[in-house]
C-alpha cells in the first residue's frame, strides 16, 4: 500500500508545481502574503508581546524586573495604577471628546455641502467640486497654524494673535488651545470624508423615488425623512465611523493645539511616553487605538454590508432632477464661496504674510521683511536659522521628502499592481482572501501606532534584518506598507477591467509571464499604477504622524521640520515650509488632473 501511496503523491507534487507553472498569480500571492504578513501582522505580535515583557527602563522601577520576563506590569500600570489617570484615561476621554466633536461638525458640514452640491442647481457645479476636497489634500495641521496666528494669546503662546493686536480683545485660553480649537480645525479638514460619500450616495438616488412620495402625498420634510435618509444612510454610517476613528489617531494638529497646554490625547501620549522611554506604556495605548480602529472598521463593514438592500437603479433608466432654489441660489452660492475662502485661502494667506513679518505680534508695514526668506544667519533673529531658501537643513528636508515621495510611490504603485493581478486572477480562493486581507490590514493600524510598532521592532536587529531605527530605508518601509490598502484597492480596479482572455492567448503563444505582464498587463493597467504612485506621494509628503518617532536629524522630512519649528516657537519657519509643502502637494495634484482627467486625488484615494 505505501509502494503505491509514493507514486501518488509524487505525481500530485508534480500537477501541483505545474499548475504553479502555468498559473503564477498563485506564486505571486504567496511570495506576497509571506512579505506582508512580517511588515503588518509580525510587528503586531511584536507590540503585544514587548508590552506583556519588562523593558530596560522598568528596571528603575521595579525591582524584580527582569529584561524580557512575562509581566502585566504595562498594562497595570495604564489602567488601574497611580498615574492611570494621566496615562490613559484623561488622554481617552479627551480623544473621544475630540472624535465625537470633530464627526459631528464634520459631518454636519461634509452632508449640507454634498446636498447642496448633487442635489440642488446651485451655480459653478463643476469648480466647486474640484475645489472642496482641497482642504483635505493639505496636512491636517495648516489650519492649526492658520488658528495660531488669529486667536493665540500671549498668557501661553508667548506672542499674540492677530485678534488681539488688531481689536485689543484677549482671547480665552480654552479659544486659543485645547479641544475647541482641535475640533474646529480638524472639522474643517475631514468634513471632506463625508461630502465624498454622501455626495456619492445622493448621486445614485433617481429623482422618480422622491417624486412618488410627494404624489403620495409626502411633504418635502417627508421625503427627506421618509425616502432620502433612509437610502444615503449606509454612506452617513461609514463617514461616521471614518471620521471618527481618523480624528481619535491624529496626532499634528492636537500636538500643536493640544501639548502647549498640557491637553493630551493618546496619540499624543504615546509621543510622551516614547520620548521619556516608556516603550512598554506607548504600546499598550497603541494597542487601544488598534483595537478602537479595527472595531471601527468592522462596524464600517456591516454598515456598508447593509446597502446591499437599497436598489436605486433599476432597468428603466435614471433621471436626477436638482431641486431648484429660487431666491436662495445667491445667498447659499455666496455661503459655499465664503466657507471655501475660509477654509483654503485665508490660511495660506495668513501663513504667508506671518513669514515677512520680524516680529511675530507685530502687524504694521514697517515690521515687513524677507530676512525669513532670504536672510543670513542672526542670532537675535529666530535662533539664529538662515532665510528657508538659504538653509541647507530645509532645502535637506526637501530632498528628503521628494526621496520619500518618489521612491515609496514607485514601490507601493508596483506592489499594488502586483496584488491587484494576484487577488483578480485567483478570485473566490483562500489565498485571493487571504492577500487581500492582509494587504488592507495596515489600515487597521492608527499612524501614530503604527510608527511605534514599527520603533520597536526595527531599533534592535530582527533575524537577518539589521537595526534600521535612524535610516531612511526605515520611513520609505512604513510609508509603503502604510498606503498599501491605498495602492493596492488602484491595482485591484485596474486588474478587473482586463479581460483574463487576453493574457491566456499569449499564454498558448508560449509567451513567459514576465513578457505577458511587461507587454500586456502593465500597459492596460498604467492608469491604476499612476493613480497609486501620485496618491502614495501625496500622502508621503504630508505625513507626520506615521514617522514623528522614526525620524532622526538625518532623516528629517519637511512635516518633521515644520513641527520641530513650530515647537521653538520660530513660527515664520514653520509657516514658510509649510508654504513650500503646499506648493509640492498641489503641483502633484495638477499632474493628477492633467494626466487623469478631473478626479480628484482625495476621490480615487476614498474609491
Known amino acids: 500500500m505505501e509502494v503505491l501511496d509514493r507514486p501518488s503523491s509524487l505525481a500530485n507534487i508534480k500537477l501541483s508545481l505545474t499548475k504553479l507553472r502555468y498559473r503564477p498569480y498563485n506564486i505571486i500571492a504567496l511570495v506576497l502574503i509571506v512579505v506582508l504578513a512580517f511588515l503588518v501582522i509580525l510587528p503586531l505580535v511584536h507590540i503585544i508581546i514587548t508590552s506583556l515583557t519588562y523593558q530596560r527602563n522598568d528596571l528603575r522601577m521595579v525591582r524584580e524586573a527582569r529584561v524580557g520576563a512575562f509581566t502585566l506590569y504595562h498594562y497595570s500600570r495604564v489602567f488601574v495604577g497611580r498615574l492611570a489617570q494621566a496615562l490613559f484615561y484623561k488622554p481617552f476621554i479627551h480623544s473621544l471628546l475630540v472624535g465625537i466633536g470633530v464627526t459631528f461638525l464634520s459631518m454636519l458640514l461634509g452632508t ?3 446636498w447642496v452640491l448633487v442635489r440642488t442647481d446651485i451655480p459653478y457645479k463643476g469648480f466647486l467640486n474640484s475645489v472642496i476636497v482641497i482642504p483635505y489634500m493639505m496636512p491636517s495641521w495648516v489650519m492649526a497654524l492658520a488658528w495660531q496666528l488669529i486667536f493665540r494669546n500671549n498668557r501661553i503662546g508667548g506672542s499674540t494673535g492677530m485678534l488681539t493686536a488688531f481689536f485689543g480683545v484677549m482671547v480665552p485660553d480654552w479659544v486659543s488651545y485645547g479641544a475647541f480649537p482641535i475640533i474646529i480645525c480638524l472639522g474643517l479638514h475631514y468634513y471632506a470624508y463625508s461630502f465624498l460619500l454622501v455626495s456619492g450616495a445622493l448621486a445614485t438616488i433617481n429623482s422618480e423615488l422622491e417624486e412618488a412620495g410627494s404624489l403620495t402625498g409626502l411633504n418635502r420634510l417627508q421625503v427627506l425623512k421618509k425616502i432620502t435618509f433612509p437610502l444615503v444612510l449606509p454612506a452617513l454610517g461609514s463617514s461616521f465611523v471614518l471620521t471618527f476613528s481618523r480624528s481619535m489617531g491624529t496626532f499634528g494638529t492636537p500636538a500643536l493645539l493640544g501639548l502647549p497646554v498640557r491637553f493630551f490625547t493618546v496619540p499624543t501620549q504615546i509621543y510622551a511616553s516614547i520620548n521619556a522611554r516608556n516603550t512598554g506604556d506607548a504600546f499598550v495605548l497603541a494597542l487601544v487605538l488598534v483595537v478602537l480602529a479595527a472595531g471601527a472598521i468592522y462596524v464600517n463593514s456591516r454598515i456598508v454590508g447593509k446597502r446591499k438592500s ?3 437603479m433599476g432597468g428603466k433608466g435614471f433621471r436626477s432632477r436638482p431641486n431648484k432654489l ?3 441660489k445667491v445667498p447659499i452660492t455666496t455661503i459655499v464661496f465664503a466657507f471655501l475662502l475660509i477654509v483654503i485661502v485665508v490660511p495660506v494667506v495668513l501663513l504667508t504674510w506671518n513669514t515677512f513679518m520680524l516680529k511675530p505680534d507685530d502687524y504694521s508695514l514697517a515690521n515687513l521683511t524677507t530676512h525669513f526668506w532670504v536672510g543670513e544667519g542672526d542670532f537675535d ?3 539664529g536659522q538662515e532665510g528657508i531658501f538659504k538653509n541647507p537643513g530645509i532645502w535637506g528636508g526637501v530632498w528628503n521628502s521628494l526621496r520619500l515621495g518618489v521612491t515609496a510611490a514607485v514601490v507601493n504603485a508596483f506592489l499594488g499592481l502586483l496584488i491587484g493581478y494576484a487577488v483578480v486572477r485567483s478570485r473566490g480562493t483562500r489565498i485571493s482572501k487571504s492577500l487581500e486581507a492582509v494587504s ?6 492608527p499612524s501614530i501606532a503604527m510608527g511605534a510598532i514599527y520603533l520597536g521592532m526595527f531599533a534592535r536587529p530582527f533575524g537577518p534584518i539589521p537595526a534600521l531605527y535612524g535610516t531612511f530605508a526605515l520611513i520609505v518601509l512604513i510609508v509603503i506598507v502604510k498606503n498599501m ?3 493596492s484597492r488602484t491595482g485591484i480596479s485596474a486588474i478587473l477591467q482586463i479581460d483574463k482572455s487576453l493574457e491566456e492567448v499569449a499564454q498558448l503563444e508560449g509567451i513567459p509571464w514576465f513578457k505577458r505582464f511587461r507587454k500586456i498587463i502593465f500597459p492596460l493597467a498604467k492608469s491604476g499604477f499612476f493613480s497609486g504612485m501620485i496618491l502614495t506621494f501625496i500622502t508621503a509628503m504630508r505625513e507626520l504622524s506615521l514617522i514623528i518617532l522614526l525620524v532622526t536629524p538625518t532623516t ?5 521640520i515644520i513641527f520641530a519649528y513650530n515647537d521653538q516657537d520660530q513660527v515664520q519657519h514653520a509657516n514658510g515650509v509649510t508654504l513650500i509643502l503646499l506648493v509640492i502637494i498641489v ?9 487623469f482627467g478631473s478626479k480628484s486625488v482625495l476621490g480615487l484615494k476614498e474609491s
Open 112 to 114: 449640507l455641502l454634498a
Open 310 to 312: 437599497f436598489v436605486t
Open 326 to 328: 429660487g431666491a436662495w
Open 381 to 383: 533673529i529666530s535662533g
Open 440 to 445: 488592507f490590514a495596515p489600515y487597521v493600524f
Open 485 to 487: 490598502p491605498f495602492s
Open 556 to 560: 528629517r522630512v519637511l512635516t518633521t
Open 587 to 595: 503641483s502633484a495634484n495638477f499632474i493628477v488632473r492633467r494626466f
